[in-house]
Every structure is written in C-alpha cells, then in structure tokens.
C-alpha cells in the first residue's frame, strides 16, 4: 500500500499573513530621495552637530558645567559662541548633580547678558533620570518632555555619572546608557550632551566603560591649571570632521545677590572664549608617543578590520554602527608577524599561554589609551576604531 498524499480542498489558499494597518516602522527611502541637507549639519558650526550625542569631561572644577550652560545658553538665544555660528533652539537642562548651582548659574549668565529677554526656551529638570538600566527612566523621561510641549535642540545631562541610577559606569550601565541618549537624540532629532569626569589616572579620556568613545559624534575636553581663571577646551573628536580645534574660555565673577547676612552671592560666568593655537607637534613625535609592540599590534588590527571585519551595532538597536572584527583574527596576525619560538625548557603549551597574557596586555593597554575600543558579542570578544 503506498503513501497516503493528502488532498487539499478546492480552493484552499494560505492566508495572508496578519498584518497590522499601522504606519509602517521600516521606510526604505529610494535612491534618488536620500538627500543630504549640507545647512542642517551643525548646532554649533564645526563643533556640535545638529543630532547625536556629546561629551563634555573633564577633572573637577574643570569649569566643565560653566561651558555647558554658556554653550547652551547661547543655543536658545540664538547667540554666536566662540566666534561660530549657532543654530537656535531649545534647550533641556537635566541638572542630575546640583540643581541649586545650576540656578544661581542662571543668575550669573542673566546679569552678564542683560541685552537678552526672560523668555529663552531654556528647561530646567531637577530630577535625575535613571538612564544606565535598560527598564529606567528612558519613557518617563521623553513622556514628561513631551507633555510640556517642548521640541528639544539640546538635551544635557549633568552629570552623566547622576543619570546612571544604578548601573555600573564600568560595564553594562554605560552601555546603557549610551543606548539610552542615543534613543533619546533619536526620538527628538537632537542632541545630547553628557557632562562627565575624566579618566581615575588619566586626564585626557572620559572616565568608565570605553563604550562611550565610540558612541559619542563629539568630544571636548576640560582641562584647568590650578587656581587659573580659565579652562582650556580642546575637540577631541567630530564625527566626519578635523577635530583639531583649541580654544580658551576665560571666566570672571559676578554678584548676584546677598545672602541674610547682607554678604555677597556670587558665581562665575564664561567671560570671553577664544581660539588658542595648539602645540605644533611633528610626525616623528607623534609616532615617539605610540610604543614600537603597540604601533605594531595597531597595524594588525587595521590589517583585520579590513580583512574580516563585521558592521554591527555594539549598543543595542539604536545605537551607532561600527565594523570590528573578533580579536582572535587581531591575535593570529599578530603571532605570524613576530613568529616568536619556545624559550628552552618551555613546551607548546606554555609557549601560547605567555602569548595570550602577553596579547590580552596589549589590548588592555590599547584600550586604556582609547587607540581601540572592545565589546562582547556573541560570546566573543570584538575590536573597532574609536
């Protein structure tokens, strides 16, 4: 007896999939409406772009939040900074570490500005939003910004260290919450800029998880001489653009009040910011500032990133796209290229577990001067290029 074939019955059809009448999430644009707009680029011209996110960092008492508020305040009204121009828009102000200083801040950029009206669309949010967990205060957060009626330009999280509840700078909470102000720009078109510290040991790279670098479109660094005036801004970073800029912002102190006692209140203003040239240095010094095993383990990692590398999105679905590569193709390049052999008395096995210690210490180091940036995925650990 054969096999029994099933018969359908006449006029029998799969059905259409179930398919809800919703706005679709997904457009697929054609080729010939993906259009670039060359004057919506800048929020600050060549310094902050018009959408993504920023950092802002630096020691304490670098005057880092004094630059903050200058720059912003200068985006609501509309005002050139620096000597560039800026594109005018509203602001929110998430003052997550010391709302009280924020206003007197306020207070002083008033006082030294008396030719602008009372009405900026500046927003000030005392809270401090949870944004280093992924069930946090991402829906809240966008819910009460829309709820006032407010198109942000600007959103500033001061500081990003206050906006990680309780996630860990050093792990899984920063990678949230750069998903987090990346959904955040996404969701208002604008741009995010978190004030943060610098590096424990290091001056001159954010402090926490390296996720951040390489999420960030713009990094500018705080730094301070002690007792100075002044703080110098240097742009570590812009997405697309020379990020060789200097500046100086120098700051003066204003009354803005008197406390009980009848004794002055005052704080600091940004007084004037200008272009300051930075030091010349040649290729040969920049090359002296790079270890010979370090310049040699960058290039295998260039080698691999062309060679193998993945395009993937390290920070959840909203975050940025960046092609790396899994550091086991980094770490074969590398043994060929120094073919290094046994020592005496040292088997095979010993031979490649020094390899590993040695290689695993080189990419700690790489990581540490921020030359490359490393996230797990897939149970396997991948390297990029900030």
């Not at 401090?128 to 006032?148: F, M």
Request: glycine content about 8%; aromatic content about 6%.
């Amino acid at each position: 007896m054969g096999d029994i074939i099933p018969i359908e019955p006449p006029g029998y059809e799969i059905p259409p999939p179930d398919i809800p009448a919703t706005a679709p999430r997904f457009i697929l644009e054609p080729w010939s409406s993906i259009v670039f707009a060359s004057n919506a680029e800048w929020r600050i011209k060549k310094l902050l772009p018009r959408h993504g996110v920023a950092v802002i960092y630096g020691r304490s008492q670098s005057f880092k939040s004094y630059v903050a508020l200058d720059l912003c305040a200068h985006v609501a009204a509309g005002l050139e900074w620096a000597g560039r121009s800026v594109d005018q828009g509203p602001v929110v102000y998430i003052a997550a570490e010391g709302a009280n200083g924020l206003r007197k801040r306020k207070a002083g950029w008033a006082d030294a500005h008396p030719e602008i009206a009372d009405d900026l669309q500046f927003f000030l949010v005392s809270a401090a939003p949870n944004l280093g967990t992924e069930a946090g205060d991402l829906a809240g957060l966008i819910a009460s910004i829309e709820a006032a009626g407010v198109a942000p330009a600007v959103i500033v999280l001061d500081t990003l260290a206050q906006s990680l509840g309780a996630g860990d700078e050093n792990g899984i909470g920063m990678i949230a919450f750069v998903s987090n102000a990346t959904a955040l720009a996404n969701r208002f078109g604008a741009l995010v800029i978190a004030v943060h510290h610098s590096g424990l040991g290091d001056d001159k790279r954010t402090r926490g998880h390296s996720s951040l670098l390489g999420a960030v479109d713009a990094q500018i660094l705080c730094e301070r001489e002690p007792g100075a005036m002044s703080t110098m801004l240097t742009l570590q970073k812009l997405k697309d653009e020379e990020s060789s800029i200097s500046l100086r912002a120098d700051l003066r102190r204003v009354v803005v009040g008197a406390d009980e006692d009848g004794d002055d209140v005052s704080t600091l203003v940004i007084d004037r910011i200008e272009d300051a040239a930075p030091k010349a240095e040649t290729a040969a010094a920049r090359a002296k500032t790079v270890p010979a095993a370090q310049r040699l383990l960058m290039s295998c990692v260039i080698d691999a990133i062309d060679d193998d590398g993945k395009t993937f999105r390290p920070f959840g679905a909203s975050g940025p796209v960046v092609r790396g590569v899994d550091d086991k193709r980094v770490r074969e390049r590398l043994y060929c290229r120094i073919a290094e052999t046994a020592e005496p008395g040292e088997d095979a096995e010993r031979l490649a577990e020094r390899q590993r210690k040695a290689f695993n210490r080189s990419i700690a180091e790489a990581i540490k001067a921020q030359r490359v940036i490393a996230a797990e995925r897939d149970g396997r650990r991948f390297l990029w290029l900030p």
